[in-house]
């Protein structure tokens, strides 16, 4: 057996035995019984309701999960073909597989960021803290953070980015090295005291941090949980209809606390699948492997 396929089929066993104790603990696994509805059917082939690509001509039990092996009839629902992978209902049933509408939505991301406190006086302070690349795209004028300083316990202040003061509200000079540069924010309620040390003292470079709850326009969006990054590019799985699930690649754009925008690879009102896809996924990727 290949190296690529051994491990996807560990992969497999693994998350299996855990979808084995839910069905342990809370209801029976599927026998191989076939329905009175199907007398007079046609057999073509016994299989594992958990693992599709283990068949066999006979019942059994199936020797990754000892899971009862199902009938498959004739003209009835099959398994892999062509690109994308068909589940029968049970596969579907036991993976938990669940989906949900591709839509428009705002998406909401918390913004955490660390600075220090600057030029503190009883007229003027301001917060200066580090942002990177990546929360540029959530970064706007006017935006209002909740600051925290550890050296005034609770006490919270409120900065504001702002086009105007002593210095630009950001560097333009980026450090190459962390991929980051300098944002400064004004505090509106200054002055920022930390404790009783002397004659209330003011001390300037102060350590703090803050939040902000950053929210787009509405935008095309997927639940984080349904994209999978198994190579270069992220994936999701599609349900075409008939427990039939295709990989599709897609094109990201701002990611949030639970959604992601995305720019392309999918439409509205389709349904991507949200669990259960780690699963479908390591089956492709084995039967894909099988076929080579």
């Keep these: 057996m290949k190296p690529k396929i051994l491990l996807l089929v560990l992969f497999v066993a693994a998350v299996s035995a855990t979808a084995m104790w839910f069905v342990a603990r809370h209801g029976s696994a599927p026998t191989a019984a076939a329905p009175a509805a199907a007398a007079g059917r046609k057999i073509l ?75 503190n006086s009883r007229q003027a302070a301001w917060f200066e803290f580090t942002a990177y690349e990546r929360d540029l795209a959530w970064l706007k004028t006017s935006q209002t953070f909740d600051v925290i300083v550890p050296s005034a316990p609770g006490k919270s ?47 300037s470079g102060l350590y703090a941090n803050a939040s902000v709850i950053a929210k787009t326009e509405e935008v095309l969006t997927v639940p984080r949980s349904a994209v999978l990054s198994p190579g270069a590019e992220p994936v999701v799985y599609v349900d075409t209809g008939g427990n039939f699930f295709e990989p599709r690649k897609v094109k990201l754009g701002r990611i949030g606390d639970e959604y992601v925008e995305v720019l392309a690879g999918l439409k509205e009102d389709e349904r991507v699948v949200t669990s259960g896809n780690l699963l479908i996924d390591a089956e492709t990727q084995i039967s894909k492997s099988s076929d080579n």
């Design 157 to 203: 202040y409120t900065a504001q980015i702002k086009l105007h003061g002593i210095k630009p509200y950001a560097d333009v000079n980026f450090d190459t090295t962390s991929g980051s540069t300098t944002v400064r924010a004004e505090i509106l309620n200054p002055p920022v005291e930390a404790g009783d040390f002397g004659a209330n003292r003011l001390f």
């Design 45 to 119: 082939y016994y299989q594992s309701p958990m693992h599709p690509w283990i068949k066999s001509d006979k019942p059994g039990k199936c020797p990754i999960c000892n899971m009862d092996m199902v009938p498959i009839y004739e003209n009835a629902e099959g398994t892999n073909t062509g690109f994308g992978l068909k589940l029968n209902a049970d596969s579907v049933n036991v993976a938990n597989v669940q989906t949900v509408l591709v839509q428009q939505r705002a998406i909401v991301h918390t913004l955490r960021v660390a600075g220090s406190i600057s030029a």
